[in-house]
């Protein structure tokens, strides 16, 4: 019982035959090998073994006790027939004081938490850590064939550099992710994803329009529904500056919100404010009354009913008398087809924002990576379910 519980701790070859440990040291388990006939790795040939050494390496962990060590005899052995001569190290993958199978669990523990922590609890350099997870993990990625994709940008360093990724709307996976967000950027990224494209969900930027269609030209392009509604919340968000509302009232965060939520959503005391906003000015009162029809448009169902209730939002607001809401319009119309798709589309950003959270949470818990390529692979590790 205890020696198949000591072998489960210590996953090892057959071969192995695990000796209990002293007093002095109940976490290092000296490990007895059966005799091998140990072949040259150049010629085959037979193998003599001329020294030997008595080493330790870290091979597991355990609650209380903390990283379990095994101790055992490394020969090295000479080619009887090419005089070659090598340590032998039974494919345990020795490499200074640990073994592979360690390296790796060590390596796992690290997803969804900072190298740093880990290093911590497993009482092990911080740049040791580091080396064994930007080595074995890029091998735990799985490469998902999708069929439908959201791309969008994000921040490298506090909105100054960009990077772009694709990510399954599916299963929220990353898929692949590139620095910079212009044309030629949006296309190498969208030419790394694999499967057969159906959708591709994006913001209103042209150079993602114009990257989708030169990449996967049958796949129909949906805008992203969140981003519509955010030209109006933020033109209501500017307009409310330029009155220099927010200052006055030491709570612009509380009108920005107000407005930009349903009013049905608001409370009777809430609605008076939005009331009395619109009231004193203009342009305010009109971005807010289109993007209540706006919202009607977007729950259409049918492509017929979506492009009724949208020609009839466009016929309302394309020559408004406010300048905001026209230019609004204005966006809408160069986008008419694409819309038409978004509106009834079932994907959004909706899974693109639970992403994004992700990405915020994992920079943060990084202070900055250095180096983009492993922020990448971070992100690709810990994204999807
Ligand atoms: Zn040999």
């Known amino acids: 019982m205890y020696t198949k519980f000591i072998k489960l701790m210590l996953p090892l070859p057959s071969f192995f ?47 209380h006790i903390g990283v379990l060590w095994i101790e055992l005899f490394i020969p090295r052995q000479r080619c009887k027939n090419c005089g070659f001569t ?13 073994t592979e199978s ?3 669990e060590i390596t796992k523990r690290c997803h969804g938490r900072s190298i740093a922590d880990v290093a911590r609890e497993y009482a092990l350099p911080y740049t040791t850590v580091e080396r064994w997870f930007y080595m074995y993990a890029p091998e735990d990625i799985v490469e998902e064939n999708a069929k439908h994709i959201c791309v969008d940008e994000f921040a490298l360093r ?15 996976k990353i ?23 159906q959708t591709a969900v994006s ?3 042209a150079a993602m329009a114009g990257a989708i269609k030169s990449v996967f030209p049958t796949a129909i392009h949906v805008l992203d529904r969140f981003h519509l509604v955010q030209f109006f919340t933020d033109a209501l968000q500017r307009r409310r500056r330029y009155l220099n509302d927010a200052k006055k009232h030491h709570k612009s965060r509380f009108i920005d919100r107000c407005l930009a939520r349903k009013p049905e959503e608001l409370t009777e005391e809430e609605r008076g404010f939005v009331r009395e906003w619109l009231r004193e000015d203009y342009h305010t009162q009109h971005i807010y009354q289109a993007l209540n029809p706006m919202r009607y448009v977007l729950k259409a169902t049918t492509e017929t009913q979506a492009e009724k209730r949208l020609k009839a939002w466009l016929k309302r607001y394309q020559f ?22 978004t509106i009834i589309s079932p994907f959004s950003n909706g899974i693109m924002e639970g992403t994004n959270n992700k990405i915020k949470l994992i920079k943060r818990r990084g202070f900055g ?4 390529d492993r922020l990448f692979l971070r992100l690709r590790l810990e994204t999807g379910h």
């Open 17 to 63: 035959e695990i000796d209990l440990p002293s007093e002095e040291e109940p976490n290092v388990f000296p490990v007895k090998i059966a005799p091998q006939t140990i072949p040259c790795p150049i010629c085959q040939g037979a193998t003599v073994c001329h020294d030997r050494s008595r080493r330790r390496f870290r091979h597991g962990y355990a609650w």
């Open 86 to 98: 090598f340590v032998f190290d039974y494919g345990l993958g020795l490499f200074h004081s640990s």
């Open 102 to 104: 360690f390296r790796r």
């Open 158 to 172: 506090k909105g100054h550099n960009y990077a772009t990724s694709a990510l399954n709307a599916e299963t929220g």
């Open 175 to 197: 898929l692949a992710i590139v620095p910079h967000r212009d044309q030629d950027a949006i296309e190498s990224l969208l030419k790394k994803v694999t499967g057969s494209i």
């Open 203 to 205: 913001d209103f930027a």
């Open 320 to 341: 408004h008398t406010s300048g905001v809401v026209s230019k609004i319009a204005k966006t809408v119309i160069a986008h008419e087809k694409a819309m038409i798709h």
């Open 369 to 372: 990576y250095r180096n983009d």
